[in-house]
């Protein structure tokens, strides 16, 4: 059974006897212009190669259809798309919660949950949540996150800083070392030193 027998999937293009137009554009197997043709004639022309006719532009007028070998075109779509799924990184965004008056040793935890979850390639939204009087206190919330950058800086960084949005400060980690942000110094020159500070030179010959 061809494929333009059997019944259609909607994602799928009309092809030989369910193309209901009295004429099509038609081309060949390698994409080469035919012409016009009378619909009849170009499914005929289809199954004597043994192939499918089908329509790649039905917008077209009139609309454009090839000889193909559809089952065989079919196979090597889906084979591509496995070949892209293959090739994505799929990234995940993990959240961590505390409070500003979280204690040292669920705080160290959280820490080492972090460093899991960069280490797995994974990001992480840190969030600090502060309620009544906790407000007043944001800077310990600032010093938290500035605590937590430092303790991944081997293996993350920030991608966005510490922002306040209502009562919750939020910072996001993405996996990566933290680039070395110090300005590097220039280089010194083998120049003539100046002696005092009226700019007196000194040069020293053998």
Known sequence: MSFGDRRPRKDEPRMNHRIRVPEVRLLDEEGNQLGVFITREAIKRA??????????????????????DYGKFKY?????????????????????????????????T???????????????????????????????????MRKILEAVADIGDSESSPKMEGRQLFMMLGPGKRKDKKEEKPEEKNEPKKAGGRGLVIEIKN
Do not use: W
């Not at 892209?84 to 965004?93: A, E, N, R, T």
């Not at 960069?118 to 944001?138: N, W, Y």
């Open 47 to 68: 199954e004597e190669a043994g192939l499918d006719l089908v329509e790649v532009s039905p917008m077209a007028v009139p609309p454009v259809c090839k000889i193909m």
């Open 76 to 108: 090597e779509q889906s084979k591509k798309k496995n070949e892209q799924k293959k090739k994505q990184v799929v990234v995940h965004i993990k959240e961590i919660k505390m409070r500003p008056s979280t204690d040292e040793h669920d705080f160290q």
């Open 110 to 144: 959280k820490l080492r949950h972090i460093r899991r979850f960069l280490e797995e390639g994974d990001k992480v939204k840190c969030t600090i949540r502060f309620r009544g009087r906790e407000m007043a206190h944001v800077d310990l919330g600032y010093a938290r």
